[in-house]
């Protein structure tokens, strides 16, 4: 099975973040412009939370907040889970399963390398999935012999 780190060469490293010091409306906005669900809040390199689409329906509207007032450091997840790059994809699926979370910040020691979704891993495993039926097929068939 691949690990994280094979999966961001694959997807690519970009990780869209947001400071702190923004309104939710800024990144509710971002997260709309790049059609993404998430951003890493970041202050320098320093990742201090992760901020999602459900956590701006939460903590905002059910609040009774408004979005254009509300910093995102008030409602961001401050304990922020991530995974090293080294991990197994396994690893990322049954972590992001059991703690209920749909995205991923990675790292390799101290960088960050990356932010990886349950749909990144999911197009992943799938694609090992099929691949190794394929290779069941071709065995079992006796092709290429």
Excluded: W
């Excluded at 669900?37 to 701006?56: F, T, Y």
């Excluded at 932010?115 to 999911?122: G, T």
């Amino acid at each position: 099975m691949p690990t994280v780190r094979d999966m961001i060469r694959k997807k690519g490293s970009e990780v869209f973040s947001i400071l702190p010091d923004a309104t939710v409306y800024e990144a509710l906005t971002f997260m709309a412009k790049h059609n993404i669900g998430a951003l890493l809040v970041l202050r320098g390199n320093k990742v201090e939370g992760i901020l999602s689409e459900r956590d701006c329906a939460r903590k905002v509207d059910l609040a009774g907040k408004t979005s254009k007032k509300t910093k995102v450091s008030e409602i961001m997840t401050s304990k922020v889970i991530y995974v090293e790059a080294g991990q197994q994809l396994e690893e990322c699926m049954a972590l992001m399963i059991d703690k209920n979370i749909r995205h991923l910040p990675v790292f390799d020691g101290q960088k960050l390398l990356g932010l990886i979704s349950v749909r990144d891993v999911l197009k992943e495993v799938v694609e090992v999935q099929r691949f190794t039926i394929s290779q069941l097929e071709h065995y079992i068939t006796g092709g290429g012999r």
